[in-house]
Nanobody, 114 residues
């Protein structure tokens, strides 16, 4: 089983930005769609963003559209989530996912608070 590794979370004030990263030791991202999900306490896991294998298409949850950007760097086997204009309701554990294989990471905590 492949374990994805997320990084980049932390505490940020409302209106701030964070950039999350996800890598996959022992697995190559190149051929696969990649996703970011988030899960807040007491809430269901929510898909935040998806990017196709070529990176030509991406789609977003309505709640983050226009503020978050998913991107991939296949040369570095990494997927990123750039999060701008953060709000307290963005507070959650953020997880990356390879849907075709159901691979997940442990997640990285993002807390938006003043």
């Amino acid at each position: 089983q492949v374990q994805l590794v997320e990084s980049g979370g932390g505490l940020v004030q409302p209106g701030g930005s964070l950039r999350l990263s996800c890598t996959a030791p022992g697995f190559t991202f190149r051929m696969w769609s990649l996703r970011w999900y988030r899960q807040a306490p007491g809430k269901e896991r929510e898909m935040v963003a998806n990017i196709t294998p070529t990176g030509s298409n991406a789609n977003y949850a309505a709640s983050v559209k226009g503020r978050f950007t998913i991107s991939r760097d296949d040369a570095k086997n990494t997927v990123h989530l750039q999060m701008n204009s953060l709000k307290p309701e963005d507070t959650a554990v953020y997880l990356c996912n390879v849907p075709a294989h159901n691979y997940w990471g442990q997640g990285t905590q993002v807390t938006v608070s003043s």
